[in-house]
């Protein structure tokens, strides 16, 4: 696929879930396939890597957003998340996870702006922002803002990815492609608490130092990225921005704002068909 969706479609893997309780059950571990440079065109989709960025043992200090306020209607109208205090006023990695393990599966929808820069040696940095809705189980949509107009959207069942430009949609089946394993935490199947391990960062080298810096790594080994970065409001325990970084350094980040939940979002809003003298790639 062009390298403008070749890069967009892994990114999803970095946001942090809407995850849906399972009383136990453990999901499957994400097992996205290698990355590979794209072709120009698309032939054939793929679950695309991060764009490559630098190679890293901790991804370099980039300013990072101010801590979002506490979004509106987190558990009921009117109402806001209070995080359990912890007994000794000091939380370790693994309790800033389940923190934000619980602000998740306290929400049903969500919504933000986004801005998404990626990074990478052979391309250089692209950055892009958009709207991204979420919505249990399995639903999202990222509307890319002009001039590209591209789109990502899954009904829960049926994902498209559309490249406005080349006039181009890659449709996959949920159940059937690599993507879902992906994206995991987005579709409300998964919990970051069974599937990474942790350690918090030096929120102040990362210029954060009124919210938590997270490092994830995969229990498993993935060959799409070697590691995620959560910025965390210390307030609510939203992810305000995710950085997914591979071995060779790419990375590929999101910034949130303006983020709101449980909004009652339609289902319309995940239905999406390609306009008329669209390209169809099916896998």
């Given at each position: 696929?062009?390298?403008?969706?070749?890069?967009?479609?892994?990114?999803?893997?970095?946001?942090?879930?809407?995850?849906?309780?399972?009383?136990?059950?453990?999901?499957?571990?994400?097992?996205?396939?290698?990355?590979?440079?794209?072709?120009?065109?698309?032939?054939?989709?793929?679950?695309?890597?991060?764009?490559?960025?630098?190679?890293?043992?901790?991804?370099a200090p980039?300013?990072?957003?101010?801590?979002?306020?506490?979004?509106?209607?987190?558990?009921?109208?009117?109402?806001?998340?209070?995080?359990?205090?912890?007994?000794?006023?000091?939380?370790?990695?693994?309790?800033?996870?389940?923190?934000?393990?619980?602000?998740?599966?306290?929400?049903?929808?969500?919504?933000?702006?986004?801005?998404?820069?990626?990074?990478?040696?052979?391309?250089?940095?692209?950055?892009?922002?958009?709207?991204?809705?979420?919505?249990?189980?399995?639903?999202?949509?990222?509307?890319?803002?002009?001039?590209?107009?591209?789109?990502?959207?899954?009904?829960?069942?049926?994902?498209?990815?559309?490249?406005?430009?080349?006039?181009?949609?890659?449709?996959?089946?949920?159940?059937?492609?690599?993507?879902?394993?992906?994206?995991?935490?987005?579709?409300g199947t998964?919990?970051?608490?069974?599937?990474?391990?942790?350690?918090?960062?030096?929120?102040?080298?990362?210029?954060?130092?009124?919210?938590?810096?997270?490092?994830?790594?995969?229990?498993?080994?993935?060959?799409?990225?070697?590691?995620?970065?959560?910025?965390?409001?210390?307030?609510?325990?939203?992810?305000?921005?995710?950085?997914v970084i591979?071995?060779?350094?790419?990375?590929?980040?999101?910034?949130?704002?303006?983020?709101?939940?449980?909004?009652?979002?339609?289902?319309?809003?995940?239905?999406?068909?390609?306009?008329?003298?669209?390209?169809?790639?099916?896998?």
């Amino acid at each position: 696929m062009n390298k403008r969706l070749f890069t967009l479609i892994l990114a999803l893997a970095a946001t942090p879930a809407l995850a849906q309780p399972r009383n136990n059950a453990r999901p499957a571990t994400p097992t996205p396939t290698p990355p590979r440079r794209p072709a120009p065109r698309v032939t054939t989709p793929a679950v695309a890597p991060s764009r490559p960025l630098v190679a890293a043992a901790a991804p370099a200090p980039t300013p990072a957003p101010t801590p979002a306020p506490v979004v509106t209607n987190p558990t009921g109208p009117g109402q806001r998340v209070t995080p359990p205090a912890s007994p000794n006023g000091v939380l370790t990695a693994d309790e800033v996870a389940q923190r934000i393990q619980g602000f998740y599966d306290r929400t049903t929808d969500f919504q933000a702006d986004f801005v998404q820069v990626s990074r990478n040696r052979l391309y250089g940095e692209e950055r892009r922002n958009g709207r991204v809705m979420f919505s249990k189980p399995g639903r999202m949509r990222w509307n890319y803002a002009a001039p590209n107009g591209d789109i990502i959207v899954s009904d829960g069942t049926t994902l498209w990815a559309y490249q406005a430009d080349e006039r181009q949609a890659i449709q996959q089946n949920m159940g059937q492609s690599q993507l879902p394993t992906a994206i995991t935490f987005l579709a409300g199947t998964g919990r970051i608490t069974d599937s990474f391990t942790f350690r918090l960062l030096d929120a102040n080298q990362f210029r954060f130092p009124n919210g938590y810096v997270l490092e994830l790594r995969p229990t498993t080994p993935q060959p799409t990225y070697e590691r995620i970065v959560f910025y965390v409001d210390r307030a609510s325990f939203q992810v305000v921005r995710t950085a997914v970084i591979d071995a060779q350094g790419n990375q590929n980040r999101f910034d949130f704002s303006n983020p709101q939940v449980n909004l009652n979002i339609p289902l319309t809003t995940f239905r999406w068909s390609p306009p008329a003298g669209t390209s169809i790639v099916r896998p």
